[in-house]
């Protein structure tokens, strides 16, 4: 595998490091750049990933470039790493929210293989969702590289165009963070009717896991598993019909549209900045 250059060390770029080194990767072909310097101490630490300061010494011979930095800073990021990218033309792999593979290739000024990819935090533990595109400057092998990346996170799926990124976004990208929201909501609940805190947390953990195992290993649909805790007239019908009556389906529609509309306005923000 090509030397793999991170920019930007923080949550997302942590979670991929160390899919990556679970599923064997040498640590030495990785090199991450990041400023703060705590953050760089335990990736070197942690995954003897090489660290850096400076985006350029970490760019340098990268045959590999992954952007990991927010995406408010990938313009001025790109700008700097423009020599670097543009005397080694590396494949680059983008995973910030909204971007576009034109906007990076316009701040580079260069014609580049770009792959825009949406992991999440589950990469972690190997259980991660990622949605790649890439353009067409990308080559079959080059493809095969991005995806051997991301295939350390969990699941990958490629979507045929790059507006369906954002839709990715909205849904595995950001969708962690709803599932959180579900289960502090549980455990707040239980807490409410009386029970400890820590067994509140405890039993609304291991069912979102229990219920996410189900999800993936037995092959059956959300809707069928859901019918099958729901009794007639028992209890999950009568928390069903509650959350239906409280619109829960629309609910969870107006918030995916609201983050893939957010991945857009991102994109045009940075465009009106550049
Ligand atoms: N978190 C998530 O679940 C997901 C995030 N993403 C995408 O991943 C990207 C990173 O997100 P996330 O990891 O959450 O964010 P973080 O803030 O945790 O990580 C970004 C890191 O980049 C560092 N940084 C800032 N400026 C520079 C620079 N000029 N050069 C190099 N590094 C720099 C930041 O340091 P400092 O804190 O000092 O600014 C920070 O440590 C975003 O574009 C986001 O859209 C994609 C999928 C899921
Ligand atoms: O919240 C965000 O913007 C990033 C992208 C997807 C998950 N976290």
């Not at 350390?152 to 490629?158: N, Q, R, S």
């Not at 045929?160 to 929201?181: K, M, N, W």
């Not at 809707?223 to 609910?251: C, K, Y």
Request: net charge negative; with cysteine; charged share 20%.
């Amino acid at each position: 595998m090509n030397r793999i250059a991170f920019i930007g060390g923080g949550n997302m770029a942590t979670a991929l490091i160390a899919g990556m080194i679970r599923h064997g990767a040498q640590p030495g072909g990785i090199a991450v750049a990041e400023p703060r310097a705590e953050a760089l101490q335990e990736l070197s630490r942690e995954y003897g990933v090489a660290t850096y300061t400076d985006n350029l010494d970490a760019a340098e011979g990268a045959g590999i470039l992954v952007l990991a930095v927010k995406p408010q800073k990938l313009a001025e990021v790109c700008l700097h790493l423009r020599p670097a990218v543009q005397k080694y033309r590396p494949v680059v792999i983008s995973i910030a929210a909204g971007i576009r593979i034109a906007q990076i290739e316009r701040w580079f000024d260069a014609a580049l293989p770009v792959v825009r990819c949406m992991p999440n935090t589950p990469a972690m533990f190997g259980a991660g969702a990622t949605g790649l595109y890439a353009n067409a400057r990308v080559s079959a092998p080059q493809r095969a590289q991005a995806q051997h990346v991301l295939d350390a996170a969990g699941l990958t799926v490629w979507v045929p165009d790059e507006d369906q990124i954002d839709v990715v976004t909205a849904v595995s990208g950001s969708g962690p963070a709803y599932f959180f929201l579900m289960v502090e909501a549980l455990e707040n609940a239980a807490f409410a009717q009386g029970m400890s805190r820590e067994t509140a947390r405890a039993l609304a953990a291991q069912t979102a896991m229990g219920a996410g195992r189900m999800l993936v290993d037995s092959g059956e649909t959300a809707a069928t598993l859901r019918q099958r805790v729901t009794s007639p007239n028992g209890t999950t019908q009568a928390a069903l019909e509650s959350l239906q009556a409280d619109h829960f389906p629309a609910i969870v529609a107006r918030a995916v549209d609201a983050a893939r509309r957010r991945g857009v306005e991102l994109s045009e923000l940075m465009e009106s900045q550049s």
